[in-house]
């Protein structure tokens, strides 16, 4: 269906495009209390011919400690650009919320939503940062990465750029 807005042509989104999104409008929704991979969904790019960022921000990221069991707070920042796939969002907040009783060191968080992403989209490129609130007087801030052959430059670059100047 085209819509034609301010002398620009739209292409909204139809019926079979929106089949894989499921949780999206739904008001039956269940939150998973343990690890859940399999709750992500995608959607069609639209734009393939673009290269453009996606910045996904989740400041309010839960998981435990796997020595003690207490929990930690942290903030996600996911940025990705799509190839064919896109992450749906009510999705990818199931999935944050379902690392609430995951028992993994930050790092291993932060690692563990990349590979899912990347299994799941197959990006051009993607990020996760992961800025975790302090324990014990030390926040822990990792940075994951990856990048088609396209984009290895990127994927040095960003690595390099996210050390920190102090």
Do not use: W
């Amino acid at each position: 269906m085209l819509i034609l807005q301010k002398n620009l042509f739209i292409m909204s989104r139809n019926e079979k495009e929106l089949q894989g999104v499921t949780l999206l409008g739904n008001q039956q929704t269940k939150y998973q209390y343990e690890y859940t991979p399999e709750i992500l969904e995608t959607f069609e790019n639209k734009h393939p011919e673009n290269e453009y960022l996606v910045t996904l921000d989740c400041p309010e990221f839960t998981s435990l400690c796997p020595k003690t069991g207490q929990p930690d707070f942290g903030h996600i920042i996911i940025n990705y650009i799509p190839r064919v796939q896109m992450v749906e969002s009510k999705s990818l907040k199931l999935y944050l919320f379902s690392f609430r009783n995951h028992g993994d060191f930050h790092e291993d968080c932060v690692n563990i939503i990349l590979k899912d992403l990347v299994k799941l989209m197959d990006p051009k490129y993607i990020e996760v940062i992961g800025l975790f609130n302090p324990r014990g007087g030390i926040s822990i801030k990792p940075f994951a990465n990856y990048g088609d052959t396209d984009h290895q430059d990127m994927v040095r670059q960003r690595l390099l750029a996210s050390f920190p100047n102090h």
